[in-house]
T-cell receptor
């Protein structure tokens, strides 16, 4: 049973436009959510996180939105740049040190 | 400051062989993790260690053992490798931030093929 789902395996966006990556979760005990970016042949790198006490967190071009009632979070990248082309993973935890990851969305930003 | 390092980067094993994947972090983090990444499956937690001297099973622990040798090092052992263990293995460590926030740092990965 996939507790964290990223239903879009891939996404293509024009440079300069907004990229929106989505993530759904089923476990209502999750209270902390993270987004990671992964380039080929490298380990994932942390992008941004959000606690369940907030519904939005911003860091530069990256904003994460959390809708607890819908059990849904999204990552917005504005403006999108070619260097943003990577696989993006969302992850969730429930007050422990264990993280459950989604299957990833491959973002391609077209120049 | 090397962050999280993993050795080896690549390995090919025959079914039934054993090996140990090494991981070390120089950030003085308490928690360390082993994940595997398979196509279409995302990252799945194999084992983790919340602190030196403790280890716990993750989602897919069968066929693996771990050792938290000290605060820096966390190794993953395959006692009898199987083709189903062909995967990319990532080690990570966790930094506690203010409040509820945490951040995981990942190593570059070990690509393992079991024939």
């Amino acid at each position: 049973d996939q507790q964290v789902k990223q239903n879009s395996p891939s996404l293509s966006v024009q440079e300069g436009r907004i990229s929106i990556l989505n993530c759904d979760y089923t476990n209502s005990m999750f209270d902390y959510f993270l987004w990671y970016k992964k380039y080929p042949a490298e380990g994932p790198t942390f992008l941004i996180s959000i606690s369940s006490i907030k519904d939005k967190n911003e860091d530069g071009r990256f904003t994460v939105f959390l809708n607890k009632s819908a059990k849904h979070l999204s990552l917005h990248i504005v403006p999108s740049q070619p260097g943003d082309s990577a696989v993006y993973f969302c992850a969730a935890s429930s007050g422990t040190y264990k993280y459950i990851f989604g299957t990833g969305t491959r973002l391609k930003v077209l120049a | 400051n090397a962050g999280v390092t993993q050795t080896p980067k690549f390995q090919v094993l025959k079914t039934g062989q054993s090996m140990t994947l090494q991981c070390a972090q120089d950030m003085n983090h308490n928690s360390m993790y082993w994940y595997r990444q398979d196509p279409g499956m995302g990252l799945r937690l194999i084992y983790y260690s919340a602190s030196e001297g403790t280890t716990d099973k993750g989602e897919v622990p069968n066929g693996y053992n771990v050792s938290r040798l000290n605060k820096r090092e966390f190794s993953l052992r395959l006692e009898s490798a199987a083709p189903s263990q062909t995967s990319v293995y990532f080690c990570a460590s966790n930094r506690r931030l203010a409040g509820p926030y945490n951040e995981q740092f990942f190593g570059p990965g070990t690509r393992l093929t079991v024939l």
